[in-house]
């Protein structure tokens, strides 16, 4: 089975810098995998990291440390439109499924 | 940019009947998934489909339901006599093939079982 653990809330200021952490317990661990879901949308894929290190995409950057089973997701230059859940999925050894946490709610406030 | 679509975005359904939830993957995408979200929790895997077949599904994904890709374009969910704890949001989603993981969602059909 698998566990995936996040914090449940986290709130910042307009233009701040935050990270959200992620920790996971996996049998057979093939890539990690963020996601934004504002309210009543669907999930948007953010980052992927399969490897230990840093993926940086524009304001978002990803990490993975493999040997901990532990990522996290940066935002910086905080946006009011980035208020949103934050997903972390893992996704197993030999499986397409993705296992999702159940996300943290980010309010960015002015 | 190509999305996934999904139809309609709103069902509502009497307890026992029988819902299709359609959806179209983008268009050159390999894999097709299904995931159900109730109202507050996680994104839950429910299955997942390629070359014509269930590859992979959860223990979610009992008899009640089944999937099926009628043509070229279409991903459909069926759920037979459904029961309340159904409703839930349920999110189409697809991948592009081998070597590539990420999967895109459709914006989701809202279903509330009465």
């Known amino acids: 089975g698998q566990n995936i653990d996040q914090p449940t809330e986290m709130t910042a200021t307009e233009g701040a810098i935050v990270q959200i952490n992620c920790t996971y317990q996996?049998?057979?661990?093939?890539?990690l995998f963020w996601y934004q879901q504002h309210a009543g949308e669907a999930p948007t894929f953010l980052s992927y990291n399969v490897l230990d290190g840093l993926e940086e995409k524009g304001r978002f950057s990803s990490f993975l440390s493999r040997s901990k089973g532990y990522s996290y997701l940066l935002l910086k230059e905080l946006q009011m439109k980035d208020s949103a859940s934050y997903l972390c999925?893992?996704?197993?050894?030999?499986?397409?499924?993705?296992?999702f946490g159940s996300g943290t709610r980010l309010q960015v406030q002015p | 940019e190509p999305e996934v679509t999904q139809t309609p975005s709103h069902q509502v359904t009497q307890m026992g009947q029988e819902v299709i939830l359609r959806c179209v993957p983008i268009s050159n995408h390999l894999y097709f998934y299904w995931y159900r979200q109730i109202l507050g929790q996680k994104v839950e895997f429910l299955v997942s489909f390629y070359n014509n077949e269930i590859s992979e599904k959860s223990e979610i994904f009992d008899d009640q339901f089944s999937v099926e890709r009628p043509d070229g374009s279409n991903f459909t969910l069926k759920i037979r006599s459904t029961k309340l704890e159904d409703s839930a949001m349920y999110f189409c989603?697809?991948?592009?093939?081998?070597?590539?993981?990420?999967?895109?969602f459709g914006p989701g059909t809202r279903l509330t079982v009465t």
């Open positions: 996996t049998s057979g661990f093939n890539g």
């Open positions: 999925a893992v996704r197993e050894a030999g499986r397409r499924a993705l296992t």
């Open positions: 989603a697809s991948s592009p093939g081998q070597g590539t993981y990420e999967q895109y």
